[in-house]
């Protein structure tokens, strides 16, 4: 499945078939492919698409559909142009898309089996292994690490950081401002700096409405019976009347008010000095930290915040104990499929040296070797090398050390 062979005769355009093919997966582009007289070369190419494909086409923008199609042009001055399903592309872009989708093989075309990434895939490939849950666990791992070396590093300056929050939230806590306090601060002193001047103004009205003689309650009753006792002449009285009666309604309401203020009128010199005080510790806070006073508040709750993030970075201890947890399940992780590769590796090898053996290279081995990193991967623990043996009683190196290029083309195959 997927294995096809392109065969003919010599002349017979193999090769410009292949030449064809490896430009629309993005290849290097040059004006020579170009037929004597022609303008531009241009190259479409077509292919199923593979499921796995799906997220990268979209994460590019490109349309998702049933069909993938390719397509490159290249112009006399070799400037080229490329297309996936119908939305421009680069040739980088050709080239990671068609990574998935084609391995060509010809008498030099075995390079990917020197590539590191693609040997430890192809016998991933092969042991069913996904690599998915570890390379999560290792971006989780690298996160904690990267915050406990972070950390470390800062001590000094995050102590410095800790130290400058804690004297600047013990000023503002001396304070203690909640949110609207400010404006109400200054409505209540407002009334209390004015206190006399108010009360005088209560009285003065209370004089006017009904003390004082004559009075604004005695003048509008008198006009009241004055119109009343006409109004059977003149109907329009009794409109005035009624007005009249809604004004005196609403002198009464007042004059209670004023009373009820004068009643609990504050005159109160030792709180005004307190809300003096106040004031002035408010507005030199406000200006050492260069905010509005009505933000003193929010200012608080901030800082608040952020010693505790502090205080967390500078927790040692919390992090190695983070960064140690990710590590056992990076770990755990790496470790199984440490002994997936080395079960199947064996296996691998084996069931390549037996096919070995019908390609013209009897006597020849192939061995898929395990070397451990110093420092895991996203990928594990091995380093995946495949070592080969054209012949018998021959030591196996490494694929990309083997002369052969025959050889090297039948062990991709």
């Known amino acids: 499945s997927g294995f096809g062979v392109l065969t003919g005769e ?36 077509e292919f199923e698409t593979l499921p796995a494909l799906a997220p990268w086409l979209e994460e590019q923008g490109f349309a998702v559909e049933e069909t993938l199609l390719l397509r490159r042009t290249v112009d006399t001055e070799g400037r080229s142009r490329a297309w996936i399903n119908g939305s421009a592309a680069t040739a980088a872009q050709l080239k990671a898309l068609a990574e998935p989708l084609v391995d ?17 895939e192809l016998l991933d490939a092969y ?4 690599t998915r849950e570890a390379e999560q666990d290792w971006m989780r791992w690298r996160e904690k690490r990267k915050a406990l070396m972070d950390a470390t590093e800062r001590q ?50 209370l004089a006017a409405l009904d003390e004082a003689d004559p009075s604004a309650t005695g003048l509008i009753n008198k006009a009241v019976s004055a119109l009343r006792a006409q109004s059977h002449i003149e109907p329009l009285f009794a409109e005035h009347v009624e007005a009249l009666e809604g004004a005196l309604a609403q002198v009464q309401d007042t004059l209670h008010n004023l009373h009820q ?19 002035s510790l408010w507005m030199s806070l406000a200006r050492r930290y260069r905010r509005a006073p009505e933000d003193l508040a929010d200012l608080l709750t901030q800082w608040k915040r ?10 040692l201890a919390q992090l190695q104990q983070a960064e140690k947890q990710a590590w056992l399940a990076f770990e755990k992780t790496v470790n199984a499929l440490t002994r997936k590769r080395q079960q199947a590796a064996p296996r691998l090898s084996a069931a390549v040296t037996a096919t070995m053996q019908t390609l013209g290279m009897e006597g020849g081995v192939f061995e898929v070797a395990l070397r451990k ?40 195959l």
């Open 10 to 45: 010599t002349g017979a355009g193999k090769s410009i078939l292949i030449d064809a093919l490896q430009l629309a997966l993005g290849g290097r582009a040059e004006s020579g492919v170009i037929r004597d007289g022609a303008a531009r070369c241009e190259i479409a190419v």
């Open 104 to 120: 060509i093989h010809g008498q030099h075309a075995w390079q990917s089996l020197t590539r590191a990434q693609a040997v430890r």
């Open 127 to 130: 042991a069913g292994i996904d």
């Open 156 to 205: 000094a300056s995050l102590q410095q950081e800790s130290d400058r929050l804690s004297w600047q939230l013990g000023e503002l806590e001396k304070l203690a401002p909640l949110s609207g306090e400010w404006e109400d601060l200054n409505a209540r002193h407002a009334r209390l700096a004015n206190a006399q001047a108010l009360l005088d103004a209560a009285q003065t009205g």
């Open 261 to 279: 203020y004068t009643r609990h009128a504050d005159l109160d010199p030792e709180q005004l000095e307190t809300l003096d005080e106040r004031i």
């Open 306 to 315: 952020e010693l505790g993030q502090v205080g967390q970075a500078l927790d």
């Open 373 to 412: 990193l110093d420092e895991p991967q996203a990928h594990g623990w091995e380093h995946v090398e495949f070592l080969v043996a054209g012949h018998a009683g021959t030591t196996p190196k490494p694929v990309g050390k083997v002369a052969s290029g025959g050889e090297l083309s039948r062990i991709a």
